[in-house]
C-alpha cells in the first residue's frame, strides 16, 4: 500500500508495515510514523512523526524511540503503530530536511514538537 502526503508538493510513501516489526533497509529516505484514525479506512493515517535518515537501518531504531515511549506512556498499544517510507537514494541530508519540514509544517505531527 502506499499514500501520498504533501500539500505543496506530494510525496509518494511506501508501508513498510508494523513499527514494532520492522526491519530498516540500508537506504535514505524521509519516513512517518502513524496510526490508523479510523479502522473503516484503510488510508487514513494520521501522522505522529516524521523524520529522516541517510541509512534508515542505522538511524531510524534511535530517532522513533520518542515515538515509541510517548505512545506507549499514553496507554497505546505499539502494534498501532505503522511506518510509511519515501526513499530517496543518493540525496543530501538537505533534500531530505526539505521533506521532512514540509510534511511537518503541514501535518503537524505531535511528536515532532
Known amino acids: 500500500m ?3 502526503w504533501g500539500v505543496k508538493e506530494r510525496f509518494k510513501f511506501e508501508s513498510a508495515g508494523p513499527l514494532y516489526s520492522w ?3 540500508s537506504v ?3 519516513y512517518a510514523v502513524t496510526f490508523k484514525g479510523d479502522p473503516e479506512k484503510p488510508k487514513a493515517h494520521t501522522i505522529l512523526y516524521v523524520g529522516h535518515a541517510r541509512d534508515l537501518q542505522q538511524e531510524m531504531p534511535d530517532q522513533t524511540r520518542q ?3 510517548a505512545w506507549e506512556e499514553g ?3 505499539l502494534r498501532d503503530l505503522n511506518v510509511f517510507v519515501h526513499a530517496m537514494p543518493g540525496s ?3 533534500e531530505r530536511a526539505a521533506v521532512m519540514e514540509q510534511l ?3 501535518y503537524r505531527p505531535r511528536c515532532n514538537r
Open 104 to 106: 511537518v509544517s503541514e
Open 2 to 4: 502506499s499514500i501520498s
Open 67 to 69: 515515538v515509541r515511549d
Open 28 to 30: 535514505a529516505a524521509v
Open 92 to 94: 543530501g541530508a538537505g
Open 75 to 77: 496507554g497505546h498499544d
Open 23 to 25: 526491519q530498516p533497509l
